[in-house]
């Protein structure tokens, strides 16, 4: 939420009296600011004393954008999205960020508007959850409220400690960060849009010389993840039973039988229409990727990372996952595996390693593509920015989050 706007003539608003020391320190980093521009006269001789607020530092189509506009695009923001203003090229990227928004925006709705691109609005509440961190399950839980018709508090509501009027402030709140949220994402589907279009007329293309430029950038970061294909005698559920059960398989291979052997006894059982009471053995045939950002497979991979083909693995816990497959035409579905305790025998492995620029060229290609059709926009909208007309906060020993910190 603003918490005060500095106007070209002077006049000054505080709308919260909670911020008003970070209202004292912008007052007083706008005059420094300001000093310089305060003793340049006007070109007619007149003795007028320039705003600095009014200096350009960009443009797009016909539009100028100042200091001033700036100033006040970081004073609208909430605190949280507030970035850290250091130097000129903190203030410069703020201001790229913000040129890129005109662009993206109006032409987000544009293609919205003509079916060309859609984004569902719950999907992008969704986003807004995600982004609120630690929130999210709060806001999720506000958000599936209703105002009690007769204006009693729920216990939910005591929870949140929430009245009538606090849902549905919150769930105005929230439509209104989901409308921000829909802007953004249609404006990066656009130019997803745009330039898949471009790429497939020839209007847009990416050099050799670029990709591999690109991909020694990002050599260390391109990695193929460790892989492994497993056979299994799985026991759905995360149950004590499931596990109990999964651990007598163990005993039994400790004991001298072989897998293959206790493999195929619970395959012949699975052929028989018997009904046996208890949790029930399947045997599965899977793979699976050690994917760092999945962190409920931790714990599998902690267990099963760098085992050799051969190697027997369990009692080990895999959550849910999703296993793609191919139907008797060649088609590919999608299918959904329970929890389970597993024991396993791996079949294949992959260690993680660099992926060459070949194998590269699928995860390099849409960045690079989308940042050459942003560029594209760029030149047809004219868009121009004056480096040397941005502010240097560290001439002032401080920055624009506290511009007093190392005064």
Same mark, same amino acid.
Request: hydrophobic residues 40%; contains cysteine.
């Given at each position: 939420?603003? /918490?005060?706007?500095?106007?070209?003539?002077?006049?000054?608003?505080?709308?919260?009296?909670?911020?008003?020391?970070? /209202?004292?320190?912008?007052?007083?980093?706008?005059?420094?600011?300001?000093?310089?521009?305060?003793?340049?006269?006007?070109?007619?001789?007149?003795?007028?004393?320039?705003?600095? &607020? +009014?200096?350009?530092? @960009?443009?797009?189509?016909?539009?100028?954008?100042?200091?001033?506009?700036? /100033?006040?695009?970081? +004073?609208?923001?909430?605190?949280?999205?507030?970035?850290?203003?250091?130097?000129?090229?903190?203030?410069?990227?703020?201001?790229?960020?913000?040129?890129?928004?005109?662009?993206?925006?109006?032409?987000?709705?544009?293609?919205?508007?003509?079916?060309?691109?859609?984004?569902?609005?719950?999907?992008?509440?969704?986003?807004?959850?995600?982004?609120?961190?630690? &929130?999210?399950?709060?806001?999720?839980?506000?958000?599936?409220?209703?105002?009690?018709?007769?204006?009693?508090?729920?216990?939910?509501?005591?929870?949140? +400690?929430?009245?009538?009027?606090?849902?549905?402030?919150?769930? +105005?709140?929230?439509?209104?960060?989901?409308?921000?949220?829909?802007?953004?994402?249609?404006?990066?589907?656009?130019?997803? #849009?745009?330039?898949?279009?471009?790429?497939?007329?020839?209007?847009?293309?990416?050099?050799?010389?670029?990709?591999?430029?690109? #991909?020694?950038?990002?050599?260390? *970061? !391109?990695?193929?993840?460790?892989?492994?294909?497993?056979?299994?005698?799985?026991?759905?559920?995360? *149950?004590?039973?499931?596990?109990?059960?999964?651990?007598?398989?163990?005993?039994?291979?400790?004991?001298?039988?072989?897998?293959?052997?206790?493999?195929?006894?619970?395959?012949?059982?699975?052929?028989? *229409?018997?009904?046996?009471?208890?949790?029930?053995?399947?045997?599965?045939?899977?793979?699976?990727?050690?994917?760092?950002? !999945?962190?409920?497979?931790?714990?599998?991979? @902690?267990?099963?990372?760098?085992?050799?083909?051969?190697?027997?693995?369990?009692?080990? #816990?895999?959550?849910?996952?999703?296993?793609?497959?191919?139907?008797?035409?060649?088609?590919?579905?999608?299918?959904?595996?329970?929890?389970?305790?597993?024991?396993?025998?791996?079949?294949?492995?992959?260690?993680?390693?660099?992926?060459?620029?070949?194998?590269?060229?699928?995860?390099?290609?849409?960045?690079?593509?989308?940042?050459?059709?942003?560029?594209?926009?760029?030149?047809?909208?004219?868009?121009?920015? #004056?480096? &040397?007309?941005?502010?240097?906060?560290?001439?002032?020993?401080?920055? !624009?989050?506290?511009?007093?910190?190392?005064?």
């Amino acid at each position: 939420m603003p /918490f005060f706007v500095v106007h070209a003539h002077g006049t000054i608003h505080a709308d919260d009296f909670n911020k008003g020391l970070y /209202f004292m320190k912008w007052l007083y980093f706008l005059g420094l600011l300001g000093l310089a521009g305060m003793i340049t006269m006007t070109g007619s001789g007149c003795g007028q004393i320039a705003d600095p &607020d +009014n200096i350009k530092i @960009a443009k797009v189509d016909d539009t100028y954008i100042t200091r001033g506009d700036l /100033f006040r695009l970081l +004073n609208d923001m909430d605190d949280a999205d507030r970035p850290k203003i250091n130097n000129r090229a903190d203030l410069l990227r703020v201001l790229n960020q913000h040129i890129d928004s005109k662009i993206k925006t109006p032409l987000g709705q544009q293609l919205a508007q003509e079916g060309k691109i859609r984004i569902p609005r719950d999907a992008a509440r969704e986003q807004y959850f995600k982004e609120c961190g630690d &929130d999210q399950e709060q806001m999720r839980a506000i958000w599936g409220m209703e105002p009690p018709a007769g204006g009693e508090i729920t216990p939910l509501m005591k929870v949140y +400690n929430l009245t009538p009027q606090g849902i549905v402030a919150m769930k +105005n709140i929230i439509e209104q960060k989901t409308d921000k949220i829909l802007e953004r994402l249609q404006g990066d589907q656009a130019v997803q #849009y745009l330039a898949v279009h471009d790429l497939q007329t020839n209007k847009l293309t990416i050099d050799q010389a670029e990709l591999e430029r690109e #991909y020694k950038l990002r050599k260390a *970061s !391109l990695k193929k993840l460790e892989w492994m294909r497993f056979q299994a005698v799985q026991y759905p559920g995360g *149950s004590e039973d499931a596990l109990a059960q999964a651990a007598k398989i163990r005993e039994r291979l400790n004991a001298g039988e072989t897998f293959e052997g206790i493999v195929a006894e619970i395959q012949s059982l699975q052929a028989t *229409s018997i009904v046996r009471p208890g949790v029930t053995a399947n045997v599965i045939e899977s793979e699976i990727e050690n994917n760092p950002d !999945l962190q409920k497979f931790k714990g599998f991979w @902690a267990v099963a990372s760098g085992a050799e083909p051969g190697t027997i693995i369990g009692p080990v #816990y895999l959550p849910q996952y999703q296993q793609m497959s191919q139907d008797a035409q060649g088609r590919t579905q999608v299918m959904n595996m329970p929890e389970a305790w597993l024991v396993l025998k791996v079949l294949d492995n992959r260690p993680e390693s660099e992926m060459s620029l070949d194998e590269a060229k699928m995860t390099i290609m849409p960045s690079l593509v989308v940042a050459q059709e942003m560029k594209n926009l760029r030149e047809q909208h004219g868009v121009e920015i #004056y480096e &040397d007309k941005l502010p240097d906060p560290r001439q002032l020993g401080g920055d !624009l989050e506290d511009p007093f910190k190392d005064l």
